[in-house]
C-alpha cells in the first residue's frame, strides 16, 4: 500500500491550464504504474491518463487527448497530470492511484491497488 496525496486542483475558466500533482509516500519502485482518474458529480469514476514508473509509458483517455500530459518524478516520487486548454466537462474530482503491477487493464480502476483523497478541478465556462 502506498500513501497518495494529490495537489494543485482549484477554480479557473476554459481554456485555462492547471497542474495536479501526486506525491507518493514510498519510492517509486514499490508500484509500478501511477494514474490519474477523475470522477464528476452523478457519474463513474472515469480513466484520465496513466504512466509507468520506468519508462515512462503513457496512454490518455481519448476525451483528453493533446490536451493532458501526465509524467512522473522518480526522484521526487511525483507524478503530474498538466491539464491545457480546459473544458467544463472536465470538472470533477481527479484522484491519483497506484498500481503495484503491470499487469492488468491500465485503464480500469479495479487493476490499482492505492488510491489518494481526491483534488477538485472546477472550470467555469
Known amino acids: 500500500q502506498v500513501d497518495l496525496v494529490e495537489s494543485g486542483g482549484g477554480l479557473v475558466q476554459a481554456g485555462g491550464s492547471l497542474r495536479l500533482s501526486c506525491a507518493a509516500s514510498q519510492h517509486a519502485s514499490l508500484s509500478s504504474i501511477m494514474a490519474w482518474f477523475r470522477q464528476a458529480p452523478g457519474k463513474e469514476r472515469e480513466f484520465v491518463a496513466s504512466i509507468a514508473w520506468s519508462d515512462s509509458h503513457a496512454i490518455y483517455a481519448d476525451s483528453v487527448k493533446g490536451r493532458f500530459t501526465i509524467s512522473r518524478d522518480n526522484g521526487m516520487n511525483t507524478v503530474f497530470l498538466q491539464m491545457n486548454a480546459l473544458k467544463a466537462v472536465d470538472t470533477a474530482v481527479y484522484y491519483c492511484?497506484?498500481?503495484?503491477?503491470?499487469?492488468?487493464?491500465?485503464?480500469?480502476?479495479?487493476?490499482?491497488?492505492?488510491w489518494g483523497p481526491g483534488t477538485q478541478v472546477t472550470v467555469s465556462s
Open positions: 492511484a497506484a498500481a503495484n503491477s503491470y499487469q492488468g487493464d491500465w485503464r480500469s480502476p479495479s487493476s490499482f491497488d492505492s
